[in-house]
């Protein structure tokens, strides 16, 4: 077994940001688990289905190749052969990856995918159910939020950074739906793991995240 640390949290509170320096100190890998619900989302969104047609969702699962390799270090994503790592962080693939991980389905297709990385190397894996449900054993848990006007701000100023239009009060909107989503689904809902250690980011600059959760590791 590897050494493995999980971080869990809501939408937009920095796992990712987080998560890739605390590797690059320690030496883990990064494993960022909502790029695989994301991965699935563009096949959904490819086949033109809709992710409220559970059954639909479940038979599409079937074929369905997701691979993850790392290219100089940054996680890369083949869906049915092709890297599609560049078209997995849009709103609409967001979406659709919040809708359709609610379905059991979707949860087994990449449950396995997840645990064997976290068997064979050290590794700092972020999402919403890693330390409560894949990796139940992890030796750090990390539970990363911060405020919605928080985390809603941090994704306005990525987006404008990227030179996209979008509104405050929209992205604001759509964070709440998605926690809503993503906590009060029936199968793997977010959840604090009761070991989890709860880090507030709020308030805290990147470094001061990074140096609490490395404070906590091997
Ligand atoms: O972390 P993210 O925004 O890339 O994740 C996209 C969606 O995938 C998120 O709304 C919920 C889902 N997800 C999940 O259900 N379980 C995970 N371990 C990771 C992501």
Redesign the pocket.
């Known amino acids: 077994m590897g050494y493995n640390v999980a971080v869990d949290g809501p939408?937009g509170a920095g796992?990712?940001t987080i998560a890739k320096l605390v590797a690059k100190k320690k030496g883990y890998i990064y494993v960022?688990?909502?790029?695989m619900?994301?991965g699935l989302a563009i096949h959904f969104l490819k086949k033109g289905i809709d992710p409220d047609d559970k059954d639909a969702v479940a038979e599409a699962c079937d074929d369905a190749d997701v691979k993850i390799g790392y290219e100089n270090g940054i996680q890369q994503v083949w869906l049915n052969g092709e890297n599609i790592t560049s078209m997995l962080r849009t709103e609409e693939v967001?979406n659709m990856?919040?809708k359709t991980?609610a379905i059991p389905a979707v949860?087994e297709k990449l449950l396995e995918l997840q645990r064997s990385l976290a068997r064979n190397e050290d590794v700092i894996m972020?999402?919403?159910?890693?330390g409560t449900n894949?990796l139940p054993n992890a030796d750090v848990k990390i539970y990363l939020t911060a405020s919605v006007e928080t985390r809603a701000k941090r994704r306005y100023d990525e987006l404008r950074e990227k030179g996209e239009e979008c509104s405050l009060e929209d992205i604001s909107r759509d964070i709440q739906e998605?926690d809503e989503?993503?906590m009060n689904r029936e199968t793997?809902p977010?959840k604090k793991a009761e070991d989890a250690i709860l880090v507030d980011s709020s308030d805290m600059t990147i470094q001061e995240v990074v140096d609490t959760i490395c404070s906590y590791c091997k």
């Open positions: 939408a796992k990712s960022d688990t909502g790029a619900y994301r967001g990856a919040s991980s949860r972020d999402g919403r159910d890693i894949i998605r989503r993503d793997a977010l």
